[in-house]
């Protein structure tokens, strides 16, 4: 399994992008995806995570409100629509794939794949 990020890129405060994970290899029948991130000096944090069967969503609490996950089956993608971005979302964000559900969704541990990441730069 391969997954590719794509969509990030610079934005001014209060805009919006939109990521594209695609998943290649095979049709992704596992449990969930999820973004993440991660900013200079700090740790890769959760973002939010949909489950691939039923389409439920989880968010971090810094993005609620914010950002919207979801995923087409039928394209083997998924998506994180991010609006009303700040500064402190400027990080390099990491689509992941889960493919048994073992590991709560919000943990990295929980993800047995993982992109490459793409950069999200968001000026004041």
């Known amino acids: 399994v391969q997954l590719q990020a794509s969509g990030g890129g610079l934005v001014q405060a209060g805009g919006s992008l939109r990521l594209s994970c695609a998943v290649s290899g095979r049709t992704f029948s596992g449990y969930a995806m999820g973004w993440f991130r991660q900013a200079p000096g700090k740790e890769r944090e959760f973002v939010a995570a949909v489950t691939w069967s039923t389409g439920s969503t989880y968010y971090a609490d810094s993005v609620k409100g914010r950002f919207t996950i979801s995923r087409d089956n039928a394209k083997n993608t998924a998506y994180l629509q991010m609006n009303s971005l700040n500064p402190e979302d400027t990080a390099v964000y990491y689509c992941?794939?889960?493919?048994?559900?073992?590991?709560?969704?919000?943990?990295?541990?929980?993800?047995?794949?993982w992109g490459q990441g793409t950069l999200v730069t968001v000026s004041s």
């Open positions: 992941a794939a889960d493919t048994d559900g073992i590991v709560v969704v919000s943990m990295v541990r929980a993800y047995d794949y």
